[in-house]
């Protein structure tokens, strides 16, 4: 079943959260020179980095690592709305990157991710459960609001008979009616958008989202023509237009593209932080607006087969995230490795780097002192002082550089109360099997990514340094 793998593939998704600072007309922009023709955007939104889980720091780090569905971070196959999945994990412990949104006019804050296609937020009543299924308190969820109020919302339309099922990488879960409503996010006002809104959620909130905005492709949507949730399968899948192709179809935006700018936090922000104002920008229309140089490449979206589930090109291609084609990672030794990799998504939602097993191990290795795999958590922990070694990502021809910054995250404290850190690097499993790979924040926060789903087109731009 070759499509099932990719067909609810999922990325579990941090969660995004802005704040919303809507920057009008971005000519403030203090851009750089730049090898790209596209525009300034029409409107920006700010994101608000999260911190999530920080009551007890050591329990973050346990929840990055030791969630009931998983044994190691990376993309594993997993059950998921549609049966055999392959899902995305490995994020959701460090920072978030959410933002201000209305839907039928209520406001939320919700994840902003790439790496899946669904909106949704919860209805007002709705049955929180823990990730093994078992009932819990509503107040579990930690949602930031009670949730939708579907008889509240003057422009809600039902769509009746179908369901949303899905189920993220690190096993939360999420199922329910669905509809359309108008949906917001500062300037750009969709009208028709088809969101869900589950009556049933395994959520491990951080108490200010509210639910999730997915910006990849219509492929991985999740909802299906049958009103039993359980009966979701492949078969009844019924692929829609994520809120940004609505957007582009309903001729909201002036250019197809969305335009991402993840601001790292400082590691004192990243440890201590439970909220962050003004974390980056996603713009609509345009590039977001921060200062670059000029090192840029505009690169297809890579497809997938729908017989073998694997990347191809072509007439038969699907797409389903944003893959790109990763011609070589290099750092001190990476010539001795083969890195090229045409299977890694561009993932907003994911806070780490997952790379091929020995990619991640030569990598790793070069920290001083060395990163170790840790048993207990199957993440490299590396000495919050360490050396880092540089880690370039060449792509379309052109080298993209991380900044050291990104390749040490504080990640909670031992039971001295010192803290542990671990690389933004990790193993994502073995290249070749088929295996989803990622470059998430970590590498998101050193570039401008601008996603254009209609042309199935990603542009890079190196950051400035900041
Ligand atoms: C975002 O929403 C939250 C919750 O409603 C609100 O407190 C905050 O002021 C909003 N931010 C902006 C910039 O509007
Ligand atoms: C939904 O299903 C019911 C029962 O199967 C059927 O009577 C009704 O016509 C359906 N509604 C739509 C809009 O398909
Ligand atoms: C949903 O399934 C019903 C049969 O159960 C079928 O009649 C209907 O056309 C399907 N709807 C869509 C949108 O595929
Ligand atoms: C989602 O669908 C799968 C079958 O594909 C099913 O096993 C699972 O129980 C469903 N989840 C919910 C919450 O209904
Ligand atoms: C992706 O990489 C694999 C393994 O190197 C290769 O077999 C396959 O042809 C590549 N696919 C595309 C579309 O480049």
Redesign the pocket.
Known sequence: MGLLTVLSALSLLGSVQAEFNVVRHVSQAPRAEVATDLPPAEFSVSFTAKTPRRSSKRTALEALTGRPSKKRPGVRAA?????DTVVVDGSDFDEEYLTNFTVGGQPFSLIVDTGSSDTWVPQIGFNCFDLDGNPVPETTCAFGTPGFNIKASKTFQPFPNVSF?I?YGDGE???GPVGFDTISIGGLSVTHQEIAVPN?AAWEGDGVNTGLAGFAFSGLTSVFNTTD?????SENQLPYNPLFLTAVNEKKVANPFFSIALDRGTFDQQENDPFDPNLGFISFGGIAPVPVVNTAVTVPVQGYSATTGLPENGPGAEFFFYTVDIQSYTFPGSNRLVTANNNTILDTGTTLNFVPTDVAAAYNAQFKPKAVLDEDFDLYVVDCDATVPPFDVTIGGKTFSIDARDQIIPAGTDDNGNIICITGTQDGGPAGNGDIFIMGDVFLHNVVATFNPVAGEVTLIQRAKY
């Open positions: 059950t998921a709305g549609g049966g099922n189920t879960f999420l199922s049933l949730p359980t009966k979701a399968s």
